[in-house]
Structures are given as structure tokens and as C-alpha cells.
T-cell receptor, first 113, second 113 residues
Framework: DSGVTQTPKHLITATGQRVTLRCSPRSGDLSVYWYQQSLDQGLQFLIQYYNGEERAKGNILERFSAQQFPDLHSELNLSSLELGDSALYFC????????????FGPGTRLTVT | AQTVTQSQPEMSVQEAETVTLSCTYDTSESDYYLFWYKQPPSRQMILVIRQEAYKQQNATENRFSVNFQKAAKSFSLKISDSQLGDAAMYFCAYNNAGNMLTFGGGTRLMVKP
């Protein structure tokens, strides 16, 4: 158990819908990262927040957005869902900075039908 | 942009034997961090080992060790005394001041009893 929690574990929804994925980082960690793992794209970095502020952005679609709240939990919002958005979405957390290990949550499996 | 390459899509090893998984990366940075993550069938991403680029000494964690060749930009993982529980996907990852992890495509390790 990494100490990072993600909800829900599984999500099945239809195209065009909007969903919210939630992540709680390990106690004491200020950085939260979101990654997408799909069969064709592999593991890709989406976005990072540090202590409530956006720190880095990767290959995140405009239909996707995220935020980190004062209690440091984070939410990833996916809208206008397409079949290709079906993937495993991971949240990871770290103390902060590239030298620190990132600990991953169990992931949310999103299926868009 | 940094890239990480794992040239072995699949590897197999006999239980109790030793296996080495390969990873190469491309970067123009001099200060960075390298990681190996394990992803068992449960899909959880588990940190196995990390290496700081400024350290010449290879990292070790119990049965896991790395061979870090900075000039060759190579970062291989050696698993000694392989166990059935080692069967998983293994991902090599790179991190520098950008904080995001860049992952290789993964190597599926099978352990034969």
C-alpha cells in the first residue's frame, strides 16, 4: 500500500459524458501527478500540482482539467469523453521535486462505451 | 525531449536465476534521476529502485540492483534469485527538473517455476 488513494476504482460511462477522478496523496506529500496508461500510448504524464498550484503540464487534452484543493487532494475532470479516453488513470504523489520518488495510487480504470 | 527506450518487450527467467532488463535514455541534462517501477497484474505501480545521475555507485535494494552507465545513457535492472512474485511489467523511468516521469514502453517479465 503506497498511501495514495484513488476513487473510484472503476468507472464505466458513455461517450460525451463528464467524469471526475479523485486522488488523496500520501500524508505530508505536497505534489500530485496524474498519468494516463493506455494500450496505444503507454504511460503518459498529464499534469502536476504542487501545494495547490499547477506546476507542470504534459500531454493533457483541453477536454481534461485538474485541480488541487487546500487539503491537498486532487481531482481530474474529463469531459466530452471519447472511446479513446478509455484508460487507466494514475495519481502519484511525492514530497516535491524531481529527486523525490513518486508513489502511485491503485489507479482508476475508465471505460467509455 | 527526453526519451526512454526498453528494447525487450518480453523476457523470461527460471525461478532462482538472474535476469537483466535493459533501458536506455536520451537526455542533454547532466543532473537527473532514474527509476524502475514494477506493475504486477493488479496494475499497481510499485517503485523498485532509484538512481541519482550524480552518483557513480550503482543502487541496490535487496535482490534488485542496477547497472548505471551514464556515458552510455544506459540503466539496466538486475534481478537476482528470481521469484514467482517478480513476474510483472517493469518500467524504466526518467525524471529531471521538470518533475514529470518519462516512462519506457515496459518489459514483461515471466518467471518459470
Amino acid at each position: 500500500d503506497s498511501g495514495v488513494t484513488q476513487t473510484p476504482k472503476h468507472l464505466i460511462t458513455a461517450t460525451g459524458q463528464r467524469v471526475t477522478l479523485r486522488c488523496s496523496p500520501r500524508s505530508g506529500d505536497l505534489s500530485v501527478y496524474w498519468y494516463q496508461q493506455s494500450l496505444d500510448q503507454g504511460l503518459q504524464f498529464l499534469i502536476q500540482y504542487y501545494n495547490g498550484e499547477e506546476r507542470a503540464k504534459g500531454n493533457i487534452l483541453e477536454r481534461f482539467s485538474a485541480q488541487q484543493f487546500p487539503d491537498l487532494h486532487s481531482e481530474l475532470n474529463l469531459s466530452s469523453l471519447e472511446l479513446g479516453d478509455s484508460a487507466l488513470y494514475f495519481c502519484a504523489s511525492s514530497v516535491g521535486g524531481s529527486q523525490h520518488e513518486q508513489y502511485f495510487g491503485p489507479g482508476t480504470r475508465l471505460t467509455v462505451t | 525531449a527526453q526519451t526512454v527506450t526498453q528494447s525487450q518487450p518480453e523476457m523470461s527467467v527460471q525461478e532462482a536465476e538472474t535476469v537483466t532488463l535493459s533501458c536506455t535514455y536520451d537526455t542533454s541534462e547532466s543532473d537527473y534521476y532514474l527509476f524502475w517501477y514494477k506493475q504486477p497484474p493488479s496494475r499497481q505501480m510499485i517503485l523498485v529502485i532509484r538512481q541519482e545521475a550524480y552518483k557513480q555507485q550503482n543502487a541496490t535494494e535487496n535482490r534488485f540492483s542496477v547497472n548505471f552507465q551514464k556515458a552510455a545513457k544506459s540503466f539496466s535492472l538486475k534481478i537476482s534469485d528470481s521469484q514467482l512474485g517478480d513476474a510483472a511489467m517493469y518500467f524504466c523511468a526518467y525524471n529531471n527538473a521538470g518533475n514529470m516521469l518519462t516512462f519506457g514502453g515496459g518489459t514483461r517479465l515471466m518467471v518459470k517455476p
